[in-house]
């Protein structure tokens, strides 16, 4: 171990224990120790005693419950406070240099003013508290190129979830020491410091909230939450925000998607993609239990894919991160048995779920019959007569992707996997088929360019409104989505045309005449996969349409299930006059960007509208 020159208490308590010599490192941690003034210093090692000493404190404090061994073995549940329940992105920046690199999607400030805002915050908020210094890697640790971070957090529920989310610990440490190499420096404070004497609450937070990027220098500052996509930095700020732009200064892309393996009946393999806004059904689609005689679903990721032009012109696909953080309400033994067999094997983290009093864990579509009593995620007493939701709608279930059984055996490879199929899909009442096929790669990109959904719980404020979200990346963006777009545009030059994925545009939440969804979705969903595997093939049976080619009644696979005719058609119509309403919003919407929107963009939305003036 090194020998320091600490100039103060903190930086001493920082690096005293620092299992690194790595200077940059040590001095780094010390100076966020010297900046939130902690009562101790832990580095992490990520070790099970450790994840398991820590939730007995937790336990102790109120934060977490232990579940029942026999049901739920070594799994716990947190509650968290009532106004820290999802992502904020009215909170969320992205401070580059200039106004413009942000670009008009993203909330942007100085990051001379942002650093004052920020310092003054920090100061001494980890006080009374412990800081944990948390070495991981996104992505494979034997990677050709490793994605290092480095994550400081007061908070041991942020420690234990990037255990089960991310590459943590010793390890890590050990060949990022080794390398010297770059990390993204992460730092998370729940920004509730504690003076002498202060009880501390079971969730501490901070009504205001900081979540705030600096891409230049690649580092994140999480301040006054404890939840999900907030605190947990190795996920969407940093695999996708950060990572957006370190994809754009090296050429790769960092992208909100799912990555399913499907194999035929005669034996072939398939990688499909899907980037869908959050709780739009990326978790469910990655888990498919297919109903349709032969094939086989496997999984390698539901919701962060990184994706590389190999060598040979193809796409390439990884999953950086290790484990779900997904949508606890909806899944259940007859939506989503993949999920829920990874869950019952245990060492899980639910958080705002409810409690059954059998010590086990319940939310709305878990199962078919509604337990007669529970404590709702907000700790009162519940039966099927009560008003309100037992599990909070984004509440969740945070698990080890190594439990699932369908897991497919290439998520270990670094290479990854070669891509054949990209679906953008989204959550609309009207206008979106089923399924589209984009007339090429380009109009696919136009099609990824101008994806719209209605807004979830998964992020605060209000729900069901339609927004463009270019990619399922609007939240997430770490730079001008012009400019993003036109990255993808040359990194598709990269790929040998031949071999890019083909792209459908998808929506499992269309609502049929009568107000229910027209098609049945989840496991049946791989009825549409089918088609897009055969069109791949160029077998299946397609119809032109102004937006691209849909699939005819009678070339959708329905053996084994009865949807109604006339449902099948409200799921696959293209209605000239709902499409009239939705180019004007398409219009509307590219009118919003500058001059960084790529040309080509703008040439296939024109071409589409032409195409609808032809018709
Ligand atoms: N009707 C219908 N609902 C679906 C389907 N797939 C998913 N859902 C519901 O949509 C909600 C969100 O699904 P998820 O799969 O968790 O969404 P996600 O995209 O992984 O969300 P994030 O993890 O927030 O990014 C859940 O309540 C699901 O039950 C489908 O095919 N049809
Ligand atoms: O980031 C989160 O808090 C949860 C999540 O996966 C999303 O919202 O997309
Ligand atoms: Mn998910």
Redesign the pocket.
Known sequence: MADDNATTPFADLATQDAPTDYAQLRDWVAGIAELTQPDAVHWVDGSQEEYDRLAAELVEAGTLTKLNEKKFPNSYAAFSDPADV??VEDRTFICSEKEEDAGFTNNWMDPRQMHGILDDAFAGSMRGRTMYVIPFVMGHLDAEDPKYGVEVTDSAYVVMSMRIMARIGTEVLDKMSREQAFYVPAVHSVGAPLEPGQEDVPWPCNPTKWIVHFPEDRSIWSYGSG????ALLG??CYALRIASVMARDEGWLAEHMLILKLTSPEGKAYHIAGAFP?ACGKTNLALIDPTVEGWKAETLGD?ITWIRAGKDGEFRVINPETGY?GVAPGTGWSTNPNAMRAISKGNSIFTNVALTDEGGVWWEGMTDDTPDHLIDWRGNDWTPESEMKAAHPNS?FCTPIDQTDMLAEEYFAPEGVKLDAILFGGRRKTTVPLVTEALDWEDGILKGATLSSETTA??AGAVGVVRRDPMAMLPFLGYDAGDYLAHWVRESGKADPEKLPKIYLVNWFRRNRDGGFAWPGFGENSRVLKWVVERIEGTGEGVETPIGVIPTKASLDLTGITVKDEDLEDALKVDPAEWEKENELIEEWLGQFGESLPQSIRDRFAAQKERFAQA
């Open positions: 999802a992502r939840y999900g996509g907030n996920k969407k959050s919701d953080f969740r998964a992020a």
